[in-house]
């Protein structure tokens, strides 16, 4: 797979900006190098917080922005009104699905229960061979260290198989993790593998 055949990038991150200003100034930054690539962004509509900051990079830049919010949430506290192209969806389920069919990648960005929640759907969505899409960790000043170290200790302990630790991407740069995800191939797995091998 080639940085051609990626057009839209899904994003998850935090509907908080952190404590420390390097999570901004990646979320700044990944944006604006997602539209130097001439990437669209697909994210999950807010404007607060981490997402709030990228989608504004990635506008302020000349990109695309497609958000994907449930409808429980598109408020006018949350919603980014400056995002032409929002999908509103009836539910969280319903809103990763369509992330999903709007979306070549996925990043996770810094961020809560959420995000890490929406990471690891799309690797089991991976795993499992429901999609083949890559999937990158931004791990900004070492964020996701110890998710990372967590999926090694279940590898270690029987209850992931080595090979799926290549169902995903890591880097601390955007630009980099960008470059990772354009040649990025996720194992093969049948379309839906058994139980006794997930």
Request: glycine share 10%; charged share 20%; aromatic share 8%.
């Amino acid at each position: 797979m080639n940085v051609t055949a990626i057009k839209q990038v899904c994003v998850f991150c935090g509907s908080k900006t952190g404590t420390r200003p390097v999570y901004r100034e990646a979320a700044e930054s990944l944006g604006r190098a997602m539209v130097a690539r001439e990437l669209g962004l697909v994210y999950g509509g807010g404007s607060v917080g981490l997402m709030g900051v990228l989608a504004d990079a990635v506008l302020g830049a000349g990109g695309s922005v497609v958000g994907v919010i449930p409808e429980r949430l598109a408020t006018t506290e949350l919603l980014h009104a400056g995002v032409r192209t929002m999908h509103v969806t009836t539910s969280m389920h319903a809103r990763k699905s369509r992330m999903d069919e709007l979306a070549d990648a996925f990043i996770a960005m810094p961020g809560g229960f959420g995000t890490f929640e929406e990471l690891l759907e799309m690797i089991t969505w991976s795993q499992l061979g429901i999609h083949r899409k890559p999937v990158g960790l931004l791990n900004v000043a070492g964020y996701f260290d110890r998710l990372i170290q967590f999926f090694d200790h279940a590898i270690a302990e029987g209850f992931i198989r080595p090979k799926h630790r290549q169902l995903f991407v890591i880097a601390s740069d955007p630009a980099e993790l960008l470059d990772l995800l354009a040649r990025h191939r996720p194992p093969v797995e049948p379309k839906f593998v058994s139980l006794a091998e997930s």
